[in-house]
């Protein structure tokens, strides 16, 4: 119990909630220190060590579970079915993607020129970028990654593709038209940015 209040006060960034479960600041501490030792550890790698293809498939796999979990509790509209669809079939080009980009990757080696090194690297940055929505999921601004983000109905647990899903909860709860259009949005923008990072991984974006 402990440990758990500990990770809340870190996560909220209580400070004022800390002096009581972590006076001393010993856990803050930790995780400072081992994410520290972490990003050395990665700076001194030629390659950022993190696999697109692992990404692509865990969030591939999070979203049918997602749709199954509606499915289930009857939250599913027909009029989802034809976006999501469009959601799964960009899903399945951004893992085509990672693949052949981890396939790049493994015969780069040791001994590439720094500017394919360069290249490879900038790829998987951009990927990452490409799921930074500016404007922000629906409510909180604040947050702005499409993929990964405290659910606005739940702000300690993360969810993926929040704005979609959560979207799609306050519409069934409340039948409201003017959220069931701001869930097929939110589809849509994810699907969007979807292939955007399918675009970044490819051979011709950030040539050599």
Do not use: C
């Not at 030792?37 to 700076?43: E, F, G, R, V």
């Not at 060590?49 to 498939?57: E, F, K």
């Not at 979203?63 to 999501?84: V, Y």
């Not at 090194?117 to 499409?146: A, C, T, W």
């Amino acid at each position: 119990k402990q440990w758990y209040q500990r990770r809340v006060a870190i996560t909220a960034g209580n400070i004022g909630y800390m002096k009581y479960i972590d006076p001393d600041y010993k856990a803050l501490l930790a995780v400072a220190k081992v994410s520290t030792d972490i990003l050395l550890k990665i700076s001194d790698m030629e390659i950022v060590p993190l696999n697109a293809t692992d990404y692509s498939v865990y969030v591939s796999k999070m979203l049918s579970t997602k749709i199954e979990d509606l499915e289930n509790e009857k939250f599913f509209s027909e009029k989802l079915k034809a976006p999501f669809d469009m959601l799964k079939k960009s899903l399945e080009d951004f893992i085509v993607a990672s693949q052949k980009y981890e396939d790049r990757k493994k015969t780069a080696g040791n001994g590439a020129r720094k500017s394919k090194i360069r290249s490879l690297n900038d790829k998987m940055l951009h990927m990452e970028r490409s799921f930074i929505y500016p404007p922000g999921l629906p409510s909180r601004p604040q947050n702005r990654h499409v993929l990964f983000a405290p659910s606005l109905l739940d702000s300690y647990s993360g969810s993926v593709f929040p704005g979609v899903f959560d979207s799609i909860t306050q519409a069934n709860e409340k039948n409201d038209d003017d959220l069931w259009n701001e869930a097929l949005k939110q589809i849509t923008i994810s699907t969007w940015m979807v292939r955007q990072a399918t675009r970044a991984l490819s051979p011709a974006a950030f040539p050599v």
